[in-house]
Nanobody, 118 residues
Framework: QVQLVESGGGLVQAGGSLRLSCAAS????????MGWYRQAPGKQRELVAR???????NYADSVKGRFTITRDIAKNTVYLRMTSLKREDTAVYYC????????????WGQGTQVTVSS
């Protein structure tokens, strides 16, 4: 089992920045990749950014050049640095961990609200 705890959400003005953190605990060795998803009201949950065990990253087109996903292996923590925030970035952001065993269910954090005001 893997536990994920997010922090760092909040209210920010458009153009501002925030950094989200996701601390993982438990069976860390079983994780293949970690990422951030978001879900806005009335919309489906979507991938924002992802980082693999080998450090390969990928981003949603809507956040490329503005968001950066990084990790601190020693702290078992993944970060999402968000800059030049837009109102459309407003959503609940969820941390996700993908098991190496593809037959196992993914792990999710409880979510953290990010609200961007104009």
């Amino acid at each position: 089992q893997v536990q994920l705890v997010e922090s760092g959400g909040g209210l920010v003005q458009a153009g501002g920045s925030l950094r989200l953190s996701c601390a993982a605990s438990g069976s860390i060795f079983s994780i293949n990749a970690m990422g951030w998803y978001r879900q806005a009201p009335g919309k489906q949950r979507e991938l924002v950014a992802r980082i693999t065990y080998f450090g390969r990253t990928n981003y949603a087109d809507s956040v490329k050049g503005r968001f950066t996903i990084t990790r601190d292996i020693a702290k078992n923590t993944v970060y999402l640095r968000m800059t030049s925030l837009k109102r459309e970035d407003t959503a609940v952001y969820y941390c996700n961990a993908e098991p190496r065993d593809e037959s196992s269910a993914e792990y999710w954090g409880q979510g953290t609200q990010v609200t961007v005001s104009s």
